[in-house]
């Protein structure tokens, strides 16, 4: 298991870009494949962006795609999301997660998550 803290959240307005950060504590860091996902109010929490353990492989919920970049540096045990022409819809708690070793988002680690708000 790996510990998570997201940042880099804030306040932001339609058309500009935040690029939020989730530092890992652990050994096993480079072992396991992580990911984005975000939360808004009323609404269930949905996939945003992964990565594979050796960034050879980035997914991206639709809605993101274009304008989101999922990035990770092992070497600094931490994995990146870079917001571009961000939407008053992408205003969310977005949770940093580091899958399990066999793939499972849910059972493995999750951040505490960070609020990003797009708002004139």
């Known amino acids: 298991q790996v510990q998570l803290v997201e940042s880099g959240g804030g306040l932001v307005q339609p058309g500009g870009s935040l690029r939020l950060s989730c530092a890992a504590s652990?050994?096993?860091?480079?072992?396991?494949?992580m990911g984005w996902f975000r939360q808004a109010p009323g609404k269930e929490r949905e996939f945003v962006a992964g990565?594979?353990?050796?960034?050879?492989?980035?997914y991206y919920a639709d809605s993101v795609k274009g304008r989101f970049t999922i990035d990770r540096d092992n070497a600094k045990n931490t994995v990146y999301l870079q917001m571009n022409s961000l939407k008053p819809e992408d205003t969310a708690v977005y949770y940093c997660?580091?899958?399990?070793?066999?793939?499972?988002?849910?059972?493995?680690?999750w951040g505490q998550g960070t609020q990003v708000t797009v708002s004139s």
């Open positions: 997660a580091a899958a399990d070793l066999n793939g499972s988002w849910y059972k493995g680690s």
């Open positions: 990565i594979s353990s050796d960034s050879g492989s980035t």
């Open positions: 652990g050994r096993t860091f480079s072992s396991h494949a």
